[in-house]
């Protein structure tokens, strides 16, 4: 077994994925037998950027297995706020802590953390880049309550350009044999070129839709997304998209009896409350079923016969990231990384 920092979720074969995903499912039936499996760990959490299920999932569920848990969750309240570097402040946390969970504001940072860290990091979340651990507790709840991962017409609606959550999710799920995408957004929302690149490379039907009561029909699952105010370069470009995708019951009663409605949370508008008590609404079993998925998460990457792996793409000098967000352009010291990606180089950390 060789991974052990989780940058993105494909760096997990299928059958580590599964041993995951069973091991979620033995914690969930027995969580009494796994109260002592992390006695004496110590995990990090290092939270850049706002969070709450993530961080608090992440903390409970080291604190359930018997573990411990230091961190921050505003950087202003630690020495990053005294300009300390995102290499120095991940190399001395890595001397005092496990395992470390971290999300920032940045495109590929924890891959940038990855390269300085002595102990596992956990991409709890990099910008609008990726967020597997969002992704494998989104996994663990289609597993609970549709009872597969394939065969799927899955929709995902709202914020696809600058949604983490459905960069991951599209690329776990294209995986899968047979499943198809709908992908519901307005025209200056849609997934970036990369992740359609990856549907095609992995041959998964997918179609564009720009009215979620016409697509709704056809879904078995609905993974609905807030608009992310906080990526927007300007307030009225986020206005003009706020409010254009809302399930009501009115657009729920032309969908399937058994479709399941999946949300990263948190909601702003874009689901209206009367939808929560429909049966068809999981979001809020999601939560649980996350902490679960991270205590299986957590009791994996600790497993010692796990070693460091850092599979940090190619040196390339030459090389400087387009894309605004990167953690390339704020810390600058990082060494140009490319990999290959449909016979181009991208940048290694953002993927642009
Ligand atoms: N789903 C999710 O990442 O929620 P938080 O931002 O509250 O962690």
Redesign the pocket.
């Known amino acids: 077994m060789a991974v052990k920092h989780l940058i993105d979720l494909d760096e997990f074969s299928h059958e580590e994925l599964f041993k995951i995903l069973n091991m979620a499912n033995l914690i969930m039936k027995n969580p009494g037998y796994y109260t002592d499996s992390c006695h004496g760990k110590v995990m990090a959490t290092l939270f850049y950027e706002?969070?709450?299920?993530?961080?608090m999932s992440f903390q409970t569920a080291m604190l359930r297995l018997g573990g411990t848990v230091i961190g921050f969750d505003n950087p202003l309240n630690s020495s990053v706020s005294k300009g300390e570097s995102l290499k120095d402040t991940v190399r001395v946390i890595s001397n005092y802590a496990d395992l470390i969970t971290m999300?920032h504001v940045d495109e590929g940072a924890a891959k940038a953390a990855a390269l300085y860290s002595r102990s596992p990091i956990i991409n709890?979340?990099d910008g609008g880049h990726l967020?597997p651990t969002?992704t494998l507790?989104d996994i663990v709840t289609l597993l609970e309550t549709k009872g597969t991962l394939e065969n799927l017409t899955i929709g995902l609606c709202g914020d696809l350009k600058n949604g983490r959550?459905v960069h991951s999710l599209i690329k776990a799920m294209s995986k899968f044999n047979n499943n198809k995408f709908v992908l519901i957004s307005t025209k200056e929302l849609t997934v970036p070129d990369y992740i359609k690149a990856i549907l095609k490379k992995n041959n998964c039907p997918f179609s564009e839709s720009t009215s979620l009561a016409d697509a709704i029909g056809e879904l078995d699952v609905l993974y609905m997304t807030r608009i992310q105010k906080e990526r927007f370069l300007s307030e009225i470009d986020y206005i003009n998209q706020k409010g254009v995708f809302v399930l009501d019951m009115e657009k729920l009663n032309k969908a399937k009896s058994d479709l399941k409605i999946l949300h990263?949370?948190?909601r702003v508008d874009e689901i209206d409350i009367a939808v929560d008590d429909d049966p068809r609404a999981v979001y809020f079993d999601q939560t649980e079923y996350?902490m679960y998925a991270r205590m299986a998460l957590i009791l994996h990457i600790l497993d010692s016969d796990h070693k460091l792996i850092n599979d940090t793409g190619d040196v390339n000098p030459a090389f400087t990231c387009e894309n605004e967000k990167c953690i390339t352009n704020k810390e600058i010291y990082l060494p140009k990384l490319t990999k290959a990606e449909e016979n181009k180089q991208v940048c290694a950390y953002c993927e642009h």
Do not use: K
């Open positions: 706002h969070s709450t299920r993530t961080q999300r709890a979340g967020h969002q507790t959550t990263p949370l948190p996350g």
